[in-house]
């Protein structure tokens, strides 16, 4: 960061300012869960008054983020990988062309049985094609969509070798005796931390909502290398009513002290 120093009006000012640089483009590999928890029903019902299946949903999630991407930057590039047991090559050339990537789309179902995942494939084909985005002088991305509530991703990769960036987002079923989500999504939030170059982002939702599809995925339109920290993430806004300092004040427990929590 450079530091300029001026005067003003005869008082010392400091005056900062960011050093020119370039944004590079993207390359995008989104991996995608083909797991049997990614048929499972969700809440919100489509067209045809029937429940949207999780597949279709992140499916359509995907499209628009791939067609908002392009109109913010059209020399932004896709390419797609299912994950199962391991991950796999969906389609491996990247292409900034919004109907072929689309197309690479359409087929994709999920499978009927469940196991563990192992990103470690992922990992080593991210960290191949990121060397070639390097030398074109671009950037490199990894967005893993992970349906799974009980089985936790594993991997292995060593801890000095970050080469691209890594996003989560990961829809799970409502906890329960028979999952554990919360144990899923610390092993999602170690592995973006072990290999994410830039700030890597992670969004869970078990509300089995459209919306908890499509919000993430808006948020991940972000570049990384224009992020903030995700804890100062506050976008979107949250439109609930915020309670006035003076209100808040008077909602104080006389008895003890302790604030209570006002539900509007």
Known sequence: MEEERVAVTGVGATRYALKPGRIKSEDILICIDVDAESMVEMKTTGTNGRPLIRMECVKQAIILFIHNKLS???DHRFAFATLAKSAAWLKKEFTSDAESA??????LSGNKSSSRADLTLLFRAAAQ???VSRAQNRIFRVILIYCRSSMRP???WPLNQKLFTLDVMYLHDK???DNCPQDVYDSLVDAVEHVSEYEGYIFESGQGLARSVFKPMSMLLTHP?????????DIPMSLAKKVPVTEA???VDPHNGNNIQIIN
Do not use: F, M, W, Y
Not at 102 to 107: D, F, T
Not at 225 to 233: E, N, T, V, Y
């Open 225 to 233: 290398q224009q992020r903030c920290a995700q804890d100062d993430l």
């Open 72 to 74: 913010i930057n059209p």
């Open 154 to 156: 594993t991997h292995e």
């Open 175 to 177: 906890p329960s005796p």
């Open 129 to 131: 094609e990121a060397k």
């Open 102 to 107: 689309v197309a690479s789309l359409r087929g």
């Open 249 to 251: 004040a008077s909602a």
